[in-house]
């Protein structure tokens, strides 16, 4: 039983449980009509198109690495660039909860 738990140690965060939705990864929506950071609630049926989702657009997924945030360079160079385009949908996934610095090992198994 201990091994389905998530693991905490300092600011480190261990997830084991592979619970999806994860309340610690965070989905935020960009399109060229807003673009600005709208959370997507991804439980609720038509979230996406509440916050300007377009179904004829590519979606792009962008994803931050260790110690990033949705929201910092380079992550908000590669937002822009998207959007400049007026053709995508842009997802930033934000799970900065775990991938905080100085938990690399956690980090590695975070991303699965």
Same mark, same amino acid.
């Given at each position: 039983?201990m *091994? ?15 619970v999806?939705?994860? *309340? ?12 600005? %950071? ?8 038509? %979230?996406?198109?509440?916050? $300007? ?14 110690? $990033?945030?949705?929201?910092k *360079?380079? #992550?908000?160079?590669?937002?822009? +660039? =998207? ?10 996934v ?9 938990? =690399?090992? *956690? +980090?590695?198994?975070? #991303?699965?």
């Open positions: 039983m *091994s389905m738990m998530d693991f905490r140690y300092w600011r480190c965060v261990m997830k084991n449980d592979r999806c939705p994860n *309340s610690e990864i965070n989905f935020y929506l960009f399109t060229p009509e807003r673009p600005y %950071s709208q959370w997507v609630d991804v439980r609720r049926t038509g %979230s996406l198109e509440r916050c $300007g989702w377009k179904k004829a657009r590519k979606n792009v997924f962008v994803v931050h690495g260790f110690n $990033g945030t949705h929201s *360079s380079p #992550m908000s160079v590669l937002r822009d +660039a =998207y959007l400049s385009r007026q053709d995508y949908n842009v997802f930033m934000d799970w900065s909860p775990l991938t905080r610095f100085p938990c =690399y090992l *956690s +980090a590695l198994s975070n #991303m699965k």
